[in-house]
């Protein structure tokens, strides 16, 4: 047997999830793009003369890839047992190219170009919606597929370079907003260039991502627990050797097999816990706070007196990717559970020192410093650890359904806390006018973070070092001391 037999071929590995973190590359992109957008988008729809454009319907607006996210979130169970891990990502794939496209030019043969109108805002609604199944889809299937290809003792850090890559995402689109409104900034006419063309380009920007993923995915194997389940051991087995080796690959194999027997068992065959645990971990990931900063970046360095808040948007960015790198390189030595705990402590600081910011009048460099604090502390914890344990709490034979559930409660709270943050970030009380809601907002989020850490700490089991089929045997145990 030649070395290469026995150790695998790391760069096939590598190859596959690269294309697979494109795929959360283009999750953080499309729901990072809005940020930038979402102003000129307002002022063009202002424009309209047969209805009338409320903060409220602009809220809404902003949020509506959200309900995409929701759809395509629960989908991802049925497609990817139906059509597999594989062509479930070619569908994102063409869905966000689609968005793009359509976000663009939501007039397309339809009504008239660049004229704000009631049927221009449903196109535009309903093309965002589509982008956002394609979000939904993404964010259950790539960590599924990198935790199903990924050996062991590298899933953990493979599944954490798709955080990164949803962070890079949003680097990325934040950085070309910053270069699409920097291209025109000695046009004199530059707010009406922005409020007519310049969100548009914003949204067509995430095309060219959207259509290399589309090609790339059709280079990429189909999982092999997804080919086992099929029956279809043979070419399972060739995968599991080009990663593994071939003596691993078999032992791998056998350890698939014993799991999956059954094509698929009802939701709580393994108990009431391990659902629990996933869902809750993916609302704490939401709940706490951290989309609200991420999509109204630049409002919130505004409000703290900050003048350049697409600079210091793009700033945020990256200092979100170099703590996210650091979750990326210690998840493997310090396990899931110290970065979640130690994160949810380091965001209620960040949290409460904005809003103590707001009560104690301090000046504008104290609230920067702390919202980059609490968005770092998430960066390296609840980012990326959620993620990891999305793909790999759950038995083989309930993985589809349990992630498609898991993944859409993170996307219904994720709403809820974006559709929510405006009007409670604008509430007025007595002489403390809107610095009340400044300071409630973050004070609710500080607290939701320390029970955060206290649920981690208590409930949540280390998976560090442990098998897909290692989590399966656990929940059996667990389920069966539930009975």
Not at 95 to 106: E, K, T
Not at 178 to 199: A, C, R, Y
Not at 292 to 317: H, K
Request: hydrophobic share 50%; charged share 15%.
């Amino acid at each position: 047997m030649s070395e290469l037999s026995k150790k695998g071929q790391p760069w096939y590995l590598i190859s596959i999830v690269l294309v697979a973190v494109l795929g959360g590359l283009l999750f953080g992109y499309d729901t990072a793009v809005i940020s930038g957008a979402e102003k000129g988008l307002q002022a063009f729809f202002r424009t309209a003369h047969d209805f009338t454009y409320t903060d409220a319907l602009h809220g809404f607006t902003t949020s509506s890839a959200l309900i995409g996210c929701v759809i395509g979130a629960l989908l991802s169970g049925v497609l990817t047992s139906r059509l597999g891990r594989r062509r479930s990502l070619l569908i994102a794939g063409i869905f966000f190219f689609l968005s793009a496209l359509g976000s663009y030019c939501p007039e397309f043969l339809l009504f008239p170009p660049r004229a704000a109108s009631k049927g221009v805002l449903i196109a535009f609604i309903l093309y965002r919606i589509l982008g956002g199944v394609g979000v939904g889809l993404a964010s259950a299937i790539c960590p599924m597929y990198i935790a199903e290809v990924a050996p062991a003792e590298q899933r953990g850090k493979l599944v954490s370079w798709n955080q990164f890559a949803i962070i890079f995402g949003q680097l990325v689109v934040y950085f070309v907003n910053f270069l699409i409104i920097q291209s025109h900034k000695n046009d004199p006419m530059i707010v009406e260039w922005t409020n007519t063309v310049g969100w548009r380009n914003m949204f067509v920007s995430e095309a060219f991502p959207a259509g290399l993923f589309t090609l790339l995915i059709l280079l990429v194997p189909e999982s092999p627990r997804h080919l086992v389940i099929l029956g279809l051991d043979d070419k399972a087995l060739q995968i599991l050797a080009r990663i593994n080796g071939e003596e691993k690959a078999r032992v791998i194999l056998q350890d698939i097999k014993e799991t999956v027997v059954e094509r698929r068992e009802k939701l709580f065959a393994y108990g009431f816990m391990v659902i629990f645990i996933g869902c809750m971990l993916s609302v704490f990931q939401q709940i706490i706070g951290i989309n609200a900063v991420l999509y109204f970046a630049p409002r919130i360095f505004e409000s703290m007196g900050v003048s350049d808040n697409m600079l210091f948007t793009v700033i945020m960015g990256i200092i979100n990717i170099s703590f996210t790198l650091l979750a990326v390189f210690t998840v493997e030595k310090l396990g899931r559970k110290p970065l979640l705990i130690s994160g949810s402590i380091g965001m209620a600081i960040g949290a409460l020192g904005v809003a103590l910011s707001n009560v104690l009048a301090l000046p504008p460099i104290v609230p920067v410093i702390s919202i980059m604090l609490y968005s770092a502390c998430f960066m390296f914890s609840w980012g990326p650890i959620c993620w990891v344990y999305i793909a790999e709490l759950f038995p083989n034979t309930i993985r589809s359904q349990a992630t498609a559930l898991a993944v859409a409660f993170q996307w219904i709270f994720n709403f809820i806390v974006s559709s929510t943050f405006v009007p409670m970030y604008n509430m007025r009380l007595g002489e403390m006018g809107e610095r009340f809601g400044h300071f409630f907002v973050y004070a609710l989020y500080g607290v939701i973070c320390v029970i955060a850490a206290i649920f981690v700490w208590r409930l949540v089991p280390e998976t560090k070092g442990k098998t897909l089929e290692d989590m399966t045997a656990l929940w059996r145990n667990q389920s069966q001391k539930e009975k």
